[in-house]
């Protein structure tokens, strides 16, 4: 038996640049994963894939992430063995955090140590790839990452010290197909955007130099289509963060804090002020997260 963490992420900026023939958008950002997040529980078994979950509601379990990641992992692999799955949600769907992406990226880092030898680790991370363009960041060696491309080609970072982040999760949802067809029609025919920045390591050696290269071509525009995501992310602002922004195509947004007074200040204030939101403290992370107990099976 195996637990496993699989941590949230925000993104510290997002910009999204040309749109491919194919539909999908090329993207530059930097991902940084928390300690909030789901915890997956794995165990061989005899065959088949099994997946139960408590917690946040799900849909069919043949459409999550985490189930098609082990289903892909088995049959790339040749496993002769199944693998019951037991997911406790805690991240919500449609809320930018990758929490469908890190589910899958802890099954495919789980069953890497079930099955050894199964899949090495240039065809784990193809496999990530066809699961999603968030997932192969959950295989990265750092919790800090830049990622370009569709999001799948990563350069992996110093980390940074751990820093106090409050995730704000409004009761909205924000399809990410959505977000992007407001995009389309607010850019309508004006010239892609295009990648103009050299980041170098210096640019993100401490939280202060990443807040000012932080932001999001979705923020206006969701947040404008969203007027309680603006009056969050207005609070956020004036309640001393080192920088605040919307992750992903939302709807969760964040504040990232140089302190835990801060940011436990402004937990309790917007708390009282914006009751049907869930206000969680979190910390961004040191470590890839490991196994959390591993026991016989």
Not at 92 to 121: M, V, W
Not at 159 to 184: C, M, S
Not at 228 to 247: C, N, Q
Not at 274 to 286: A, E
Request: no cysteine; glycine share 12%.
């Amino acid at each position: 038996m195996l637990k496993l963490h699989a941590p949230a992420k925000i993104n510290l900026f997002l910009r999204i640049l040309a749109q491919e023939k194919s539909g999908f958008h090329q993207l530059e950002t930097l991902f940084a994963s928390l300690d909030f997040g789901d915890t997956l529980t794995l165990e061989r078994a005899s065959s088949g894939v099994s997946l139960d979950t408590d917690g946040l509601p799900m849909g069919p379990p043949e459409e999550n992430l985490a189930y098609r990641a082990a289903k892909g992992f088995l049959k790339e692999g040749g496993v002769g063995e199944g693998v019951s799955i037991h997911l406790e949600k805690r991240v919500p769907l449609a809320a930018g955090l990758g929490g469908g992406s890190s589910d899958a990226g802890a099954i495919l880092r789980g069953l890497q140590l079930l099955f050894p030898g199964a899949l090495g680790e240039e065809r784990l991370l193809q496999l990530a790839g066809t699961l999603g363009s968030d997932v192969p960041f959950f295989l990265s060696p750092s919790p800090l990452a830049l990622a370009w491309g569709r999001g799948e080609r990563l350069l992996p970072l110093p980390p940074l010290p751990p820093a106090p982040v409050l995730l704000a999760l409004p009761p909205v949802e924000v399809r990410t197909p959505d977000a992007f067809g407001i995009l389309a029609r607010e850019r309508g025919k004006a010239e892609p955007r295009r990648s103009t920045r050299i980041l170098s390591l210096e640019a993100l050696s401490s939280w202060e130099k990443v807040g000012l290269l932080a932001e999001n071509d979705f923020e206006d525009l969701v947040l404008r289509e969203h007027a309680l995501l603006g009056r969050i992310r207005g609070a956020l602002r004036d309640s001393g963060p080192v920088f605040t922004l919307l992750s992903g195509s939302g709807a969760a947004l964040f504040g990232l804090y140089g302190d835990e007074k801060t940011a436990n200040r402004a937990r309790a204030d917007l708390g009282d002020r914006f009751p049907d939101t869930r206000f969680v403290l979190t910390s961004t992370l040191l470590h890839p997260p490991g196994p959390l107990d591993e026991g016989g099976g």
